[in-house]
């Protein structure tokens, strides 16, 4: 008598990367939780947080008992999307509040390593006194990264076959996780703050600058240096559609994924170590999901 393998659950196609979700959000709840204790003020992001995770609880109980599956499936995607954008911004906050250390001063060494004893991010800026109008244009450059991410989300969520969108989400979640642990325990503000002193004059932009220091102003201030979200969701994307999606997109993205890249470090938001991690953990994120996400299928857990 054969035995039949395990059956897919009713969230088979995004239960990992619900999984990714609430141990992320676990980890941050535990921390703040651990620092409520020891005394510091963190008591209201602490109920924030143990009340994203119910509420996170009670929509995956909902979906699951959604009857269409692309129903199913869209609701507990866009939940992963909104919880992990929720947390990018109340980490912005909560790392500085809840952990006793900055992360500053060891990337700026790592940096010193990478550069063999120089500063990227110093040198970068020697060339950017040099050409007055680069500021500005790297400014457009950083900020095409809002409409490149959501773009790149909603072609992953609604526009590719069902195997695909498993990899997509899965990979998604691992690298926004992974990041938000070096958000966590390695809270930094990166160079624009912590390097101020070591900058010859303030950065002399126009118009898009100008929107790009009151957008970060508005999510209070410089933080989540480490590792570069701007780096590792930008490669995500692209190596996404050279993987599973259409690979002339990929290539036109290519030159934009460099920019951004290059305009992170110039505009004085990151080290350079935070644009290789974020790359790396891209990458990894990617191999991770696809490999998952297969084994689920061999093993039936997955449709």
């Known amino acids: 008598m054969m035995r039949s393998g395990p059956s ?8 990992p990367a619900l999984a990714v979700v609430a141990f992320t959000l676990g980890v941050v709840t535990l921390t703040l939780l651990a620092s409520f204790l020891s005394g510091r003020p963190v008591g209201s992001d602490l109920v924030l947080h143990v009340g994203v995770s119910a509420l996170l609880g009670v929509v995956v109980l909902g979906a699951a008992r959604i009857a269409g599956e692309e129903a199913r499936t869209l609701v507990t995607a866009v ?43 110093l040198w970068v800026n020697r060339w950017l006194a040099a050409h007055a109008w680069s500021t500005e244009a790297l400014s457009v450059f950083y900020g095409a990264f809002i409409p490149y991410i959501y773009l790149t989300i ?14 997509f989400i899965l990979a998604f ?3 926004y996780g992974v990041s938000f642990m070096g958000y966590l325990f390695v809270p930094a503000r990166g160079p624009v703050v912590f390097m101020e002193d070591a900058f010859a004059s303030p950065l002399q932009g126009g118009f898009f600058h100008g929107i790009i220091l009151t957008s970060i102003e508005g999510v209070g201030g410089p933080h989540g240096a480490f590792p570069s979200l701007h780096v590792g969701a930008s490669v995500l994307g692209m190596a996404f559609d050279f993987r599973h999606g259409d690979r002339l997109r990929g290539l036109i993205y290519v030159p934009l994924v460099l920019l951004i890249s290059l305009a992170t470090l110039a ?31 061999e093993t039936g857990r997955a449709p």
């Open 79 to 121: 939940t992963v999307v909104g919880v992990m954008f929720f947390l990018y911004a109340s980490l912005g906050r909560v790392a500085f509040a809840a952990i006793p250390w900055i992360g500053d001063p060891w990337l700026r060494a790592a940096d010193r390593v990478l550069g063999l004893g120089a500063e990227p991010v």
């Open 173 to 175: 979640a691992i690298l």
């Open 267 to 297: 505009l004085r938001y990151h080290y350079l170590v935070d644009l290789v991690f974020g790359a790396a953990f891209a990458f990894g994120a990617l191999v991770l999901a696809e490999r998952w996400t297969a084994r689920r299928v």
């Open 154 to 167: 909603f072609l992953g969520l609604v526009a590719r076959p069902r195997e695909s969108r498993r990899v």
């Open 8 to 15: 897919a659950s009713p969230l088979s196609d995004t239960a």
